[in-house]
């Protein structure tokens, strides 16, 4: 299905045509049932994704954050079709017109897919024990007819030299390799097709530091080589702050903030955002010790119930009782922001 | 205070093909009731296993080849060497789970995919602290609401596999905290977390050490929620102790090189620059090729002719950047009288 480009619905594309616009994703919804008993019956519906609409420019990486469970994974499983989305829109766009990913077929897709591609969280456990590096970062080249013979053994070699690796790893098997370097063997993975779109699904935080930090790095400098763009979902606020442009928080299958990092960061307009960035751990014990963190009082909510009103009131300390009652849009703040909160004009949020 | 766990020499060892490897080597450190103690290092650095070998849950063909872990079990008894106890006799197993609870680094390999969660942490209660069954569950619901699990009556009648990843190391975590361990050995806990419910879970460990004098070991890479929870750290590197202190010194005061690197990698919230990270260049040694002397030397930019000879863990009171601090050690030739600057 081709949609012509003023079919540009998100509330943060406002109508402007962009020639550098890569994705657009709008009211985009995952429900997955909930079943119980014997008889696997449906009892409910647990809201992973609840209306989520966001864009990505060429070049660019928006960083995804938020709350355990608010469906940040989910959001990436959808866009690479791994999930069948419940509803909305995912275009993604080539110098003319978008393609919605949603409604196309197995067939249409596996054309597409190329250009989307995803890098796991777990290095231990998404890379296939019994295939060589060879083979792993070869397969795409393979299973997408790119390359064969002489010409694959030499773009997997240099895939490999590409993230840091050693051109004779080719026939070792992962286990051989530590935690580092088989994110670095899933990243040439990802590369291997020349991709687009780089969704990385919390590709650091099972490293540590000092890998980490190599691995961040070769992120940020294969973008400047290459200029794919990401989608960069993470736990870690201070990393996030450090390699993405952009910023969307997530909270309970919402997208509750989202803005250029700086401006995020320094002025959250979202009590969430708020929360979430006064309980960053520094690594600073003093500091640490004398900082006040915002507690969140109040009990979890849950997906499959979430809260009337804004789905942040249980548990906002400025919450008054319009939060109660209304559901508040995901609305332009300030300059090339925007949060879903009514009082935004009226608080003063503190950043970092 | 006396330490609840004194490690002494704990060396443990793995037959290879290649010979044989210490993945511990000669490590030595006391955890005091109430208190925690960081354990931080780099990947492969032997600090799982040292948690591991406490619990006497060494994977085979591994084993503890030398070294003791006094332990000082409740009720006052006489403290007793968990080494020389046999690794599947009932000695440990009324010390697993009951005493010392471990939170583990891969929650999908502890959870059983066949039992919701509910049951498998009731299982547990039931195990450990003779409940009935109905008291059983409810500690597990209350447990799984106190570690943030939303509507956790509910969840507790999921499987891992419904729950999101941060989920499922909440209901790890509610395990290991619902038999009100003396001593908790936490890898690796929050890393699936956002920083709110991380907050909580730190939080909630906190007030247990404060309720009941739990003590902790905590494994982490976040050097921020080692500054946040640690009063003590060791940094371990390839098996070994490389540098100790309470956390004041070991962030302001850094010694070893490879300290000082770990802490110059970390991106820090609202110091954000376009300059890449500091990245300790090189990667970390496999144990079967350990270079001779000191093992990071291959990485480290202030080696000197000397480093490759073993240096010792000592006071750091040698140094000239550093006040005189027995309990500040360090595992460096730069803080040696003849060979320091
Ligand atoms: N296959 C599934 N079946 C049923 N529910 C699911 C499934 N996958 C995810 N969910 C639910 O969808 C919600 C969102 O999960 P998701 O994994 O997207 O969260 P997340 O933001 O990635 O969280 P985390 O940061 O913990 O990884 C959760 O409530 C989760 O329980
Ligand atoms: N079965 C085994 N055979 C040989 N070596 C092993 C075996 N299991 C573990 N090791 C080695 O023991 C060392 C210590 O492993 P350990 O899991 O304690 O590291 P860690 O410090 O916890 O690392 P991480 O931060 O990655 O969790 C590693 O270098 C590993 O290669
Ligand atoms: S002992 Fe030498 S090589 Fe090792 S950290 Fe110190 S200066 Fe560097
Ligand atoms: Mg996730
Ligand atoms: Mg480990």
């Known amino acids: 299905m081709i949609i012509s480009t003023d079919a540009r619905t998100s509330p943060e594309h406002a109508g402007a045509s962009d020639r550098n616009l890569l994705l657009a994703v709008s009211g985009l919804r995952k429900y997955f049932p909930i079943r119980r008993g014997l008889l696997r019956k449906v009892v409910g519906e647990t809201r992973a994704v609840d209306g989520v609409s966001f864009e990505v420019r060429r070049g660019e990486m928006l960083g995804l954050v938020g709350e355990s469970g608010s469906g940040k994974t989910t959001v990436g499983r959808c866009l690479m079709r791994l999930l069948q989305p419940t509803a909305g829109r995912i275009l993604l766009y080539n110098a003319m017109a978008g393609v919605d990913l949603c409604g196309l077929s197995a067939r249409k897709l596996r054309d597409i897919r190329p250009r989307l591609q995803m890098i796991f969280q777990d290095p231990h456990s998404s890379l296939n024990p019994r295939m060589t590096v060879g083979e792993i970062v070869g397969e795409p080249l393979i299973v997408n007819r790119v390359a064969k013979g002489t010409e694959l053994n030499e773009r997997v070699a240099t895939l490999l030299e590409l993230v840091g690796l050693n051109g004779d790893d080719l026939r070792r098997y992962p286990h051989a390799f530590s935690g580092g370097q088989r994110q670095r063997i899933g990243i040439a993975r990802a590369l291997a097709l020349r991709p687009e779109l780089v969704i990385a699904d919390e590709p650091v935080s099972a490293l540590d530091v000092s890998v980490q930090a190599q691995i961040l790095n070769l992120l940020a400098e294969l973008r400047e080589r290459i200029g794919f763009s990401c989608i960069f979902i993470a736990h870690d606020l201070s990393v996030v702050e450090h390699i993405c442009?952009?910023?969307?928080?997530?909270?309970?299958?919402?997208?509750?903030?989202?803005?250029?990092?700086?401006?995020?960061?320094?002025?959250?307009q979202h009590p969430y955002t708020e929360a979430l960035l006064s309980a960053v751990p520094i690594p600073d014990p003093v500091a640490q010790r004398e900082r006040t963190r915002v507690r969140l009082e109040g009990e979890v909510p849950d997906a499959s119930s979430p809260p009337p009103g804004c789905p942040f009131h249980p548990r906002c300390r400025y919450a008054e009782p319009l939060c109660r009652e209304c559901v508040p849009e995901l609305?332009?703040?300030?300059?090339?922001?925007?949060?879903?909160?009514?009082?935004?004009?009226?608080?003063?949020?503190?950043g970092v | 205070m006396e330490p609840l766990l004194e490690i002494r020499g704990l060396t443990t060892v793995f037959p290879t093909d290649d010979g044989t490897v210490c993945a511990v080597n000669d490590v030595t450190f006391s955890i005091t009731p109430g208190k925690t103690l960081g354990l931080v290092g780099e990947s492969g650095c032997g600090k799982s296993l040292t948690a591991l070998s406490i619990l006497r849950l060494v994977p085979a063909p591994g084993r503890i080849a030398a070294g003791s872990i006094w332990y000082r079990p409740k009720g006052g008894n006489a403290p007793i060497d968990l080494v020389r106890l046999c690794p599947h006799g009932d000695a440990i197993r009324e010390i697993r789970g009951n005493e010392i609870a471990m939170i583990f680094q891969e929650p999908m390999t502890s959870l059983n995919p066949v039992y919701t969660i509910g049951n498998q942490i009731a299982e547990s209660v039931a195990l450990h602290q003779a409940a009935d069954r109905k008291e059983a569950r409810a500690r597990a619901v209350e447990m799984l609401a106190r570690v943030g699990i939303p509507n956790p009556r509910q969840r507790a009648k999921e499987y891992p596999h419904q729950l999101s990843g941060g989920m499922r190391q909440r209901a790890m975590i509610a395990m290991a905290l619902c038999c009100r361990p003396a001593l908790l050995l936490a890898d690796e806990p929050t890393t699936a977390l956002d920083v709110t419910i991380q907050a909580q879970v730190l939080e909630l460990m906190k007030s247990l050490q404060q309720e009941f004098g739990m003590a902790i070991l905590l494994i982490t890479h976040d050097m921020g929620v080692i500054a946040e929870m640690a009063d003590e750290v060791v940094v371990m590197y390839a098996g070994r102790v490389v540098e100790q202190g309470e956390p004041e010194a070991?962030?302001?005061?850094?010694?070893?090189?490879?300290?000082?690197?770990?802490?110059?990698?970390?991106?820090?919230l609202g110091r954000r620059s376009k300059a890449r990270l500091v990245a300790i260049p090189g990667t970390v040694p496999r144990l079967q090729r350990l270079p001779q002397g000191c093992a990071f030397r291959p990485r480290c930019s202030r080696r000197m002719p000397v480093c490759v000879e073993m240096p010792e863990l000592e006071g750091a009171s040698g140094a000239a950047d550093a006040s005189p601090n027995a309990d500040h050690k360090v595992r460096c030739w730069l803080y040696d009288h003849q060979h320091g600057r």
Do not use: W
Not at chain 1, 245 to 266: F, K, P, S
Not at chain 1, 332 to 349: D, F, G, R, Y
Not at chain 2, 260 to 265: F, H, P, T
């Open chain 1, 245 to 268: 442009d952009r910023v969307a928080v997530m909270y309970l299958g919402r997208i509750v903030e989202i803005g250029d990092t700086d401006t995020l960061y320094r002025a959250p």
């Open chain 1, 331 to 350: 609305r332009p703040i300030a300059e090339k922001s925007l949060a879903s909160c009514h009082l935004s004009e009226k608080l003063n949020l503190k």
């Open chain 2, 250 to 268: 070991i962030f302001y005061k850094p010694l070893h090189p490879y300290t000082q690197g770990l802490l110059a990698s970390v991106p820090v």
